[in-house]
T-cell receptor, first 110, second 113 residues
Framework: EAQVTQNPRYLITVTGKKLTVTCSQN?????MSWYRQDPGLGLRQIYY???????DKGDVPEGYKVSRKEKRNFPLILESPSPNQTSLYFC?????????FGPGTRLTVT | GQQLNQSPQSMFIQEGEDVSMNCTSS?????WLWYKQDPGEGPVLLIA?????ELTSNGRLTAQFGITRKDSFLNISASIPSDVGIYFC?????????????FGTGTRLKVLA
């Protein structure tokens, strides 16, 4: 089944404790992206990647890092999480214009 | 960061009614997209629009790419209970070699049976 998977689905952590949210797709898509969704703000793009080893900032990249060492994986790294990064995070992948979204990761930073 | 102005923020309608929502931007986009998000899930693409003035339908959904390239609207005809969800517009710009997506703030639709 073609899909985008994210792990974990739920995470509660404390300020400053490094964490990684994994994202994997099995559709051989070149484009992958991370978004955060907050009430009243919709989805905001954090980082995207056009292909392996090619990443670029979206609209809200501060406090996040990404890497694209393999085509199928695009992990989101929070080196020192802060409470304002509490949010619902979505990974997406696409070949053309249609993005396929993962199920989301709900992160709470206390 | 840049965002799209989407309205209305929320709508309560009776089953069978038609629905209209729109999205405006201060920037020009090459592509306009409309997504629907069901509770607990990621957004799913409904319609993609590729050129100014384009009018595209997908079943009971119709969307248009504004002539100025700064706006788009979505109509849903004869709404049914499963239309409930959050609808997002998104614009994609490929200027300066970037491939960013900018999303609207969403329209939350509730359908009363």
């Amino acid at each position: 089944e073609a899909q985008v998977t994210q792990n974990p689905r739920y995470l509660i952590t404390v300020t400053g404790k490094k964490l990684t949210v994994t994202c994997s797709q099995n559709m051989n898509h070149e484009y992958m992206s991370w978004y955060r969704q907050d009430p009243g703000l919709g989805l905001r793009q954090i980082y995207y990647s056009m292909n392996v080893e090619v990443t670029d900032k979206g609209d809200v990249p501060e406090g996040y890092k990404v890497s694209r060492k393999e085509k199928r994986n695009f992990p989101l790294i929070l080196e020192s999480p802060s409470p304002n990064q509490t949010s619902l995070y979505f990974c997406a992948s696409s070949k053309g214009i249609e993005q396929y979204f993962g199920p989301g990761t709900r992160l709470t930073v206390t | 960061g840049q965002q799209l102005n989407q309205s209305p923020q929320s709508m309560f309608i009776q089953e069978g009614e038609d629905v209209s929502m729109n999205c405006t931007s201060s920037s020009i986009f090459n592509t306009w997209l409309w997504y629907k998000q069901d509770p607990g899930e990621g957004p799913v693409l409904l319609i993609a629009l590729y050129k100014a003035g384009e009018l595209t339908s997908n079943g009971r959904l119709t969307a248009q790419f504004g002539i100025t390239r700064k706006d788009s609207f979505l109509n849903i005809s004869a709404s049914i209970p499963s239309d409930v969800g959050i609808y997002f517009c998104a614009g994609q710009s490929t200027t300066s070699g970037t491939y960013k997506y900018i999303f609207g703030t969403g329209t939350r639709l509730k359908v009363l049976a």
